[in-house]
């Protein structure tokens, strides 16, 4: 779980429209997540093309745990209680 600064934080990124990826202003932009673990402030084609599970936007809805580790193997999950460095991200 989040702090609530950490989250504020992430909050005032997604105000600010800007992809942590493709670093463009984008309408779409939100807290994205795949197979569960934060992935990034994202725009939703950013979130599609650069995500296995598209970060659920695919019809299925998002990777699950047991879904990354059929693909990884068995114990390759390790998104478990990871949160953002957000010194990195201000």
Sequence with gaps: ???????????ARV?????DSCKQTH?????QYSYGVYAGVLCEPCARQNYRDH???RPE??????DYEEMEGP????????????????
């Design 27 to 31: 309408a779409t932009v939100d807290i």
């Design 75 to 90: 114990g390759s999950y390790d998104g478990d209680g990871w949160e953002p460095d957000f010194e990195e991200d201000q």
């Design 1 to 11: 779980m989040l702090s609530l600064h950490r989250e504020s934080t992430l909050h």
């Design 55 to 57: 970060c659920g936007f």
């Design 61 to 66: 809805g998002q990777g699950t745990r047991a």
């Design 15 to 19: 105000e600010r429209g800007i992809c």
